[in-house]
């Protein structure tokens, strides 16, 4: 069973940059792909970026391309969320996770290792 940690969240004006880490136990980090998804109050969690296992490809939702950037070390079994431009529609509980089900990236369904989450609040 994995572990994932989230890290980096906190308050910032819009237009500011943050970096999530999300850090992971064990030794098979490498091997799978994943997510960052985020849930604002009263709404369901949305995919917001993913990356599959070495790196060589991402993935990331409308509402965040050219804003957000995915990314990971395997050496360190962590991966990031590098989100700049940042709105006051982006505040929310930012999550990562595990792929471990071959469905679409988007789709929660197809993760595990939930993690507590970090709060990302942007003020206008």
């Known amino acids: 069973q994995v572990q994932l940690v989230e890290s980096g969240g906190g308050l910032v004006q819009a237009g500011g940059s943050l970096r999530l880490a999300c850090a992971a136990s064990?030794?098979?980090?490498?091997?799978?792909?994943m997510g960052w998804f985020r849930q604002a109050p009263g709404k369901e969690r949305e995919f917001v970026a993913a990356?599959?296992?070495?790196?060589?490809?991402?993935y990331a939702a409308d509402a965040v391309k050219g804003r957000f950037t995915i990314s990971r070390d395997n050496a360190k079994n962590t991966v990031y969320l590098q989100m700049n431009s940042l709105k006051p529609e982006d505040t929310a509980v930012y999550y990562c996770?595990?792929?471990?089900?071959?469905?679409?990236?988007?789709?929660?369904?197809?993760?595990?290792?939930w993690g507590q989450g970090t709060q990302v609040t942007v003020s206008s």
């Open positions: 990356i599959t296992w070495n790196g060589a490809d991402t």
């Open positions: 064990g030794r098979t980090f490498s091997s799978y792909d």
């Open positions: 996770a595990r792929k471990i089900f071959g469905g679409p990236y988007s789709d929660s369904g197809q993760y595990d290792g």
